[in-house]
T-cell receptor, first 118, second 113 residues
Framework: AQKVTQAQTEISVVEKEDVTLDCVYETRDTTYYLFWYKQPPSGELVFLIRRNSFDEQNEISGRYSWNFQKSTSSFNFTITASQVVDSAVYFCALSGTHSGGGADGLTFGKGTHLIIQP | DTAVSQTPKYLVTQMGNDKSIKCEQNLGHDTMYWYKQDSKKFLKIMFSYNNKELIINETVPNRFSPKSPDKAHLNLHINSLELGDSAVYFC????????????FGPGTRLTVT
Protein backbone atom coordinates (compact mmCIF):
# COMPACT_ATOMS: atom_id res chain seq x y z
CA ALA A 1 0.00 0.00 0.00
CA GLN A 2 1.10 3.52 -0.64
CA LYS A 3 1.84 5.93 2.16
CA VAL A 4 2.85 9.60 2.47
CA THR A 5 4.28 10.95 5.71
CA GLN A 6 4.50 14.61 6.58
CA ALA A 7 6.03 14.47 10.03
CA GLN A 8 5.76 18.21 10.68
CA THR A 9 2.23 18.90 11.87
CA GLU A 10 2.78 22.62 12.28
CA ILE A 11 5.63 25.02 11.56
CA SER A 12 5.74 28.64 12.64
CA VAL A 13 8.35 31.06 11.31
CA VAL A 14 8.79 34.77 11.10
CA GLU A 15 8.33 36.44 7.74
CA LYS A 16 11.37 36.40 5.43
CA GLU A 17 12.75 33.21 6.96
CA ASP A 18 13.29 30.20 4.74
CA VAL A 19 11.27 27.11 5.61
CA THR A 20 11.36 23.50 4.42
CA LEU A 21 8.40 21.15 4.53
CA ASP A 22 9.31 17.47 4.60
CA CYS A 23 7.58 14.69 2.71
CA VAL A 24 8.52 11.00 2.77
CA TYR A 25 6.66 8.45 0.71
CA GLU A 26 6.34 4.69 0.37
CA THR A 27 5.33 2.85 -2.78
CA ARG A 28 6.08 -0.42 -4.52
CA ASP A 29 5.51 1.13 -7.93
CA THR A 30 8.49 1.82 -10.14
CA THR A 31 6.57 4.57 -11.89
CA TYR A 32 4.81 7.09 -9.71
CA TYR A 33 4.06 10.76 -9.44
CA LEU A 34 4.44 13.16 -6.55
CA PHE A 35 2.50 16.34 -5.96
CA TRP A 36 2.29 19.30 -3.62
CA TYR A 37 -0.96 21.14 -2.95
CA LYS A 38 -1.62 24.27 -0.93
CA GLN A 39 -4.77 24.82 1.11
CA PRO A 40 -5.02 28.44 2.27
CA PRO A 41 -7.43 29.48 5.04
CA SER A 42 -10.13 30.04 2.42
CA GLY A 43 -10.21 26.26 1.98
CA GLU A 44 -9.58 25.59 -1.70
CA LEU A 45 -6.88 23.15 -2.80
CA VAL A 46 -4.32 24.68 -5.13
CA PHE A 47 -2.01 22.56 -7.27
CA LEU A 48 1.67 23.55 -6.93
CA ILE A 49 3.82 20.91 -8.62
CA ARG A 50 3.88 17.45 -10.18
CA ARG A 51 7.02 15.34 -10.44
CA ASN A 52 7.45 11.87 -11.95
CA SER A 53 9.66 9.20 -10.44
CA PHE A 54 12.14 9.28 -13.32
CA ASP A 55 12.91 12.95 -13.01
CA GLU A 56 15.07 13.72 -9.99
CA GLN A 57 15.98 17.18 -11.13
CA ASN A 58 15.19 19.80 -8.54
CA GLU A 59 12.73 22.48 -9.52
CA ILE A 60 12.54 26.14 -8.66
CA SER A 61 9.56 28.40 -9.23
CA GLY A 62 10.07 31.86 -7.83
CA ARG A 63 10.42 31.54 -4.07
CA TYR A 64 9.38 27.87 -4.16
CA SER A 65 11.74 24.98 -4.71
CA TRP A 66 11.41 21.24 -4.53
CA ASN A 67 14.03 18.62 -3.77
CA PHE A 68 13.24 15.10 -4.95
CA GLN A 69 15.55 12.34 -3.69
CA LYS A 70 14.58 8.86 -4.76
CA SER A 71 17.30 7.30 -2.57
CA THR A 72 15.59 8.57 0.56
CA SER A 73 12.02 8.54 -0.86
CA SER A 74 11.66 12.20 -0.07
CA PHE A 75 10.14 15.13 -1.90
CA ASN A 76 10.75 18.22 0.20
CA PHE A 77 9.41 21.70 -0.42
CA THR A 78 11.26 24.89 0.48
CA ILE A 79 9.88 28.40 0.59
CA THR A 80 12.53 31.07 0.47
CA ALA A 81 11.94 34.47 2.08
CA SER A 82 8.54 33.43 3.37
CA GLN A 83 5.62 35.83 3.33
CA VAL A 84 2.43 36.02 5.37
CA VAL A 85 0.45 34.98 2.28
CA ASP A 86 2.30 31.64 2.35
CA SER A 87 0.41 30.72 5.51
CA ALA A 88 -1.59 27.62 4.63
CA VAL A 89 -1.77 23.86 5.02
CA TYR A 90 0.51 22.15 2.53
CA PHE A 91 -0.15 18.61 1.38
CA CYS A 92 2.21 16.20 -0.28
CA ALA A 93 0.52 13.50 -2.37
CA LEU A 94 1.39 10.39 -4.34
CA SER A 95 -0.22 8.59 -7.26
CA GLY A 96 0.91 5.42 -8.93
CA THR A 97 0.17 2.77 -11.45
CA HIS A 98 -0.35 -0.10 -9.05
CA SER A 99 -3.90 -0.72 -10.17
CA GLY A 100 -3.07 -1.06 -13.83
CA GLY A 101 -2.94 2.57 -14.78
CA GLY A 102 -6.54 3.29 -13.99
CA ALA A 103 -7.93 6.46 -12.53
CA ASP A 104 -6.30 6.05 -9.15
CA GLY A 105 -6.83 8.74 -6.64
CA LEU A 106 -4.10 10.54 -4.79
CA THR A 107 -2.74 9.33 -1.48
CA PHE A 108 -2.28 12.41 0.65
CA GLY A 109 -0.08 13.09 3.64
CA LYS A 110 -1.72 14.58 6.70
CA GLY A 111 -0.52 18.05 5.80
CA THR A 112 1.77 20.61 7.40
CA HIS A 113 0.19 23.76 8.76
CA LEU A 114 2.59 26.59 7.97
CA ILE A 115 2.21 29.81 9.91
CA ILE A 116 4.15 32.85 8.78
CA GLN A 117 4.21 35.53 11.42
CA PRO A 118 4.67 39.17 10.40
CA ASP B 1 -14.88 30.69 -15.75
CA THR B 2 -14.69 28.31 -12.83
CA ALA B 3 -12.79 25.16 -13.82
CA VAL B 4 -14.33 22.79 -11.26
CA SER B 5 -17.50 23.89 -9.54
CA GLN B 6 -19.52 22.32 -6.76
CA THR B 7 -22.96 23.05 -5.39
CA PRO B 8 -23.89 23.71 -2.74
CA LYS B 9 -20.94 25.23 -0.89
CA TYR B 10 -22.55 24.65 2.49
CA LEU B 11 -25.06 21.98 3.41
CA VAL B 12 -26.62 21.66 6.85
CA THR B 13 -29.04 18.82 7.38
CA GLN B 14 -30.38 16.43 9.97
CA MET B 15 -29.48 12.83 10.56
CA GLY B 16 -31.40 10.42 8.43
CA ASN B 17 -31.93 12.79 5.52
CA ASP B 18 -30.80 12.19 1.94
CA LYS B 19 -28.76 14.85 0.15
CA SER B 20 -26.84 15.37 -3.07
CA ILE B 21 -23.76 17.37 -4.01
CA LYS B 22 -23.20 18.30 -7.64
CA CYS B 23 -19.89 18.73 -9.43
CA GLU B 24 -19.11 20.03 -12.89
CA GLN B 25 -15.82 20.59 -14.67
CA ASN B 26 -15.23 22.56 -17.86
CA LEU B 27 -11.62 21.49 -18.38
CA GLY B 28 -12.40 18.70 -20.82
CA HIS B 29 -10.93 16.14 -18.42
CA ASP B 30 -11.72 12.43 -18.63
CA THR B 31 -11.47 11.58 -14.95
CA MET B 32 -13.30 12.91 -11.92
CA TYR B 33 -12.99 12.17 -8.23
CA TRP B 34 -14.62 12.66 -4.87
CA TYR B 35 -12.49 13.20 -1.77
CA LYS B 36 -13.50 13.57 1.86
CA GLN B 37 -11.60 15.91 4.18
CA ASP B 38 -12.29 15.28 7.84
CA SER B 39 -12.10 17.66 10.77
CA LYS B 40 -8.36 17.01 11.09
CA LYS B 41 -7.86 18.03 7.47
CA PHE B 42 -7.07 14.50 6.34
CA LEU B 43 -7.94 14.00 2.67
CA LYS B 44 -9.04 10.60 1.45
CA ILE B 45 -10.15 9.40 -1.96
CA MET B 46 -13.72 8.09 -2.06
CA PHE B 47 -14.48 7.48 -5.73
CA SER B 48 -13.02 8.04 -9.14
CA TYR B 49 -14.71 7.91 -12.52
CA ASN B 50 -13.04 7.63 -15.88
CA ASN B 51 -15.23 8.36 -18.90
CA LYS B 52 -18.36 7.87 -16.79
CA GLU B 53 -17.15 4.51 -15.51
CA LEU B 54 -16.52 3.87 -11.81
CA ILE B 55 -12.87 2.99 -11.22
CA ILE B 56 -12.33 3.31 -7.49
CA ASN B 57 -14.66 2.79 -4.58
CA GLU B 58 -12.53 3.07 -1.49
CA THR B 59 -14.34 1.31 1.36
CA VAL B 60 -17.06 3.90 1.38
CA PRO B 61 -20.42 2.91 2.92
CA ASN B 62 -22.98 2.08 0.29
CA ARG B 63 -25.07 5.00 1.55
CA PHE B 64 -22.78 7.02 -0.73
CA SER B 65 -23.58 6.67 -4.40
CA PRO B 66 -21.75 8.60 -7.11
CA LYS B 67 -23.41 9.21 -10.45
CA SER B 68 -21.77 10.45 -13.61
CA PRO B 69 -24.30 11.44 -16.27
CA ASP B 70 -21.51 12.57 -18.58
CA LYS B 71 -17.76 13.21 -18.53
CA ALA B 72 -18.19 16.74 -17.22
CA HIS B 73 -20.37 15.88 -14.22
CA LEU B 74 -19.95 13.71 -11.15
CA ASN B 75 -22.60 13.95 -8.48
CA LEU B 76 -22.55 12.46 -5.00
CA HIS B 77 -25.74 11.26 -3.37
CA ILE B 78 -25.76 10.36 0.31
CA ASN B 79 -28.60 8.41 1.91
CA SER B 80 -29.50 8.25 5.58
CA LEU B 81 -26.96 10.83 6.68
CA GLU B 82 -25.05 10.19 9.90
CA LEU B 83 -23.17 12.53 12.22
CA GLY B 84 -19.88 11.03 11.06
CA ASP B 85 -20.57 12.15 7.50
CA SER B 86 -19.90 15.74 8.53
CA ALA B 87 -16.85 16.81 6.54
CA VAL B 88 -15.76 18.84 3.55
CA TYR B 89 -16.27 17.00 0.28
CA PHE B 90 -14.07 17.91 -2.64
CA CYS B 91 -14.65 17.10 -6.24
CA UNK B 92 -11.62 17.01 -8.56
CA UNK B 93 -10.79 16.27 -12.16
CA UNK B 94 -7.72 15.35 -14.17
CA UNK B 95 -6.69 14.25 -17.62
CA UNK B 96 -6.73 10.50 -18.13
CA UNK B 97 -5.50 9.27 -14.72
CA UNK B 98 -4.39 10.47 -11.30
CA UNK B 99 -0.84 10.60 -12.62
CA UNK B 100 -1.81 13.99 -13.95
CA UNK B 101 -2.43 16.96 -11.69
CA UNK B 102 -5.91 17.11 -10.29
CA UNK B 103 -7.85 20.33 -10.11
CA PHE B 104 -10.16 20.63 -7.16
CA GLY B 105 -13.50 22.27 -6.70
CA PRO B 106 -14.05 24.71 -3.84
CA GLY B 107 -15.44 22.02 -1.55
CA THR B 108 -18.83 21.43 0.05
CA ARG B 109 -18.97 21.67 3.82
CA LEU B 110 -21.55 19.16 5.01
CA THR B 111 -22.80 19.44 8.57
CA VAL B 112 -25.09 16.75 9.91
CA THR B 113 -26.95 17.61 13.11
Amino acid sequence: AQKVTQAQTEISVVEKEDVTLDCVYETRDTTYYLFWYKQPPSGELVFLIRRNSFDEQNEISGRYSWNFQKSTSSFNFTITASQVVDSAVYFCALSGTHSGGGADGLTFGKGTHLIIQP
Amino acid sequence: DTAVSQTPKYLVTQMGNDKSIKCEQNLGHDTMYWYKQDSKKFLKIMFSYNNKELIINETVPNRFSPKSPDKAHLNLHINSLELGDSAVYFCASSRLTANYEQYFGPGTRLTVT
